[in-house]
């Protein structure tokens, strides 16, 4: 049997919409308290069904990731071992996302693989099953599995389904890279803002605790955030490198870009509280 290419699995974006260091855990990983929201701003995936378990991976990714630290076959690779599937899989991916920018990129490749090849092998795993795998691979996988903007505490892992608004976005990409691992080494991190209660953070102006010391280190973080700010309320979205500002309207992020010094990269794309990898799964 040769499946057909299924097509078109979309990998989206996250934006931290606020982001808060409770403290650090005795592993070293961090307690923290933040909202996820997904934007329309996707990498797609396409995926063919092979009946012997090898697993290859085409990609138009700009920097080499080895196959064995790719979250894709990774994420493939894990599921296999999980239920003793004997299948495989050819996959492509159609890489959109900045990487390394706080966006999510590669989380998002992961759990959008988990979801696709759990349904394209028909493994019938529950939503809650795939998260525990999903979060082998990385604290962020498990919002992108279950699809849902969220407020998300522990680690990054316990989610709650919420609701903000959906507003436009004008994403910034400055051109550094900022390693996730680094920052949470930094000794200069603050870790002890308190705990919230979700209502008192949804009504609170957002910040993210990274964010001055991101800046600090990575001048063209700090350009491109000073730039931003003349035209909206703007913010560092995860550990950075990407920084984003909210709009009402789509024209209005659209005018900020059309003045965006060719330097800097960007893009407009608009909150989304259900994932358009949900979108996706419901047409299989
Ligand atoms: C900061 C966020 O971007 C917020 O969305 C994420 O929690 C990071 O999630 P991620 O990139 O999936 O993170 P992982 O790949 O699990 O971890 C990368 C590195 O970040 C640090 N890390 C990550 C998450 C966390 N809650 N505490 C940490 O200290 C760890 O040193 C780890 O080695
Ligand atoms: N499929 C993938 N896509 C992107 N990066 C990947 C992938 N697989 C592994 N990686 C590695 O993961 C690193 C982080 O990538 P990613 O784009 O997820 O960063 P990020 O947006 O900063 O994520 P986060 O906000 O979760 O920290 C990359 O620099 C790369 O080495």
């Not at 063919?48 to 990774?74: G, Y």
């Not at 890489?95 to 493994?123: C, E, F, H, I, Q």
């Not at 490198?241 to 900020?256: K, L, M, S, Y």
Request: aromatic share 8%; net charge negative; with cysteine.
């Amino acid at each position: 049997m040769t499946a057909s290419r299924s097509s078109g699995w979309p990998a989206p974006a996250k934006l931290n919409l606020f982001l808060h260091i409770n403290g650090r855990r005795d592993d070293g990983y961090h307690e923290l308290q933040t909202l996820f929201q997904f934007v329309d701003h996707c990498d797609y995936l396409d995926f063919k069904v092979t009946n012997e378990p090898a697993l290859v991976l085409h990609s138009n990714m700009s920097e080499a990731v080895a196959d064995n630290d790719n979250l894709i076959l990774r994420a493939a690779k894990s599921l296999q071992k999980q239920t003793k599937c004997q299948l495989g899989a050819e996959i492509w991916l159609d890489k959109r996302l900045p990487m390394g920018g706080g966006l999510g990129g590669g989380s998002s490749d992961a759990a959008t693989t988990l979801v696709a090849l759990n349904a394209l092998w028909k493994l019938n795993l529950p939503t809650e099953r795939l998260a525990e795998i999903g979060l082998e691979l990385g604290a962020d996988v498990p919002v992108f599995i279950k699809g849902l903007s969220a407020f998300a505490e522990g680690v990054g892992e316990q989610l709650q389904a919420v609701t903000p608004a959906e507003y436009w976005y004008l994403v910034l990409v400055p051109d550094v890279h900022v390693s996730t691992a680094d920052i949470f080494q930094d000794p200069d991190l603050p870790r002890d803002t308190p705990k919230l209660t979700l209502d008192s953070l949804m009504s609170n102006p957002w910040s993210n605790d990274c964010q001055e010391l991101v800046v600090k280190r990575h001048p063209q973080v700090a350009k491109t955030l000073a730039w931003l700010l003349e035209y909206a309320p703007s913010r560092m979205t995860g550990t950075g490198a990407c920084v984003f500002g909210q709009f009402e309207q789509e024209q209005q992020a659209n005018d900020v870009l059309a003045k965006l010094p060719a330097s800097i990269k960007g893009f407009v794309a608009k909150g989304k509280n259900i994932s358009p990898l949900m979108l996706r799964l419901a047409q299989h």
